[in-house]
């Protein structure tokens, strides 16, 4: 998720939304990848403390 994330800065032109296409799908990704983080990051750190045989807390957990 996050290698497919990366990719769209670089599409990204950065201009004010009022100045962007109706159809510009920036807003609607990041509010996506938002929603998957929110889903993902606790599986993934927790397979990722399992693999690597991280000590204490994972790094990667919020809270």
């Given at each position: 998720?996050l ?18 296409p ?8 990041g ?9 993902l990051?606790?599986?993934?750190a ?18």
């Amino acid at each position: 998720m996050l290698t497919r994330w990366r990719r769209l800065p670089d599409r990204d032109p950065g201009l004010p939304l009022d100045l962007l296409p109706p159809d510009w799908p920036g807003m609607a990704a990041g509010g996506l990848f938002e929603q998957l983080d929110t889903l993902l990051r606790p599986a993934a750190a927790a397979h990722a403390a399992a693999v690597v045989g991280a000590r204490g807390r994972s790094p990667w957990v919020r809270g």
